[in-house]
């Protein structure tokens, strides 16, 4: 089973791909410019970013770098 993670720069969220789309739109109408959303696999330890959420939408990104998943752990885990 794959962990999706929506962040920015202040913070972020870890659960599946929807729930990551829905709180990246509501961050963008809250005023972040920008959400990226990435995914990891099991056992893997960097996430792909797989779409950008911007005011004009959502943008799948082919290719996308590579994070490390406990940096995204500890910033979508310390908003808990």
């Known amino acids: ?46 996430a792909r970013i797989v779409a950008e959420v911007t005011e004009s939408g959502v943008q799948r990104i082919d290719d996308g770098r590579l994070i490390p998943v406990k940096n995204l752990e500890k910033r979508c885990l310390a908003n808990h």
Do not use: T
Not at 16 to 30: A, I, P
């Open 1 to 46: 089973m794959h962990s999706f993670f929506a962040f920015h720069k202040q913070r972020g969220v870890q659960h599946g791909f929807r729930h990551c789309l829905y709180w990246s739109k509501e961050e963008v109408r809250n005023g972040i410019p920008v959400v990226k959303i990435a995914i990891a696999r099991p056992a893997v330890k960097d």
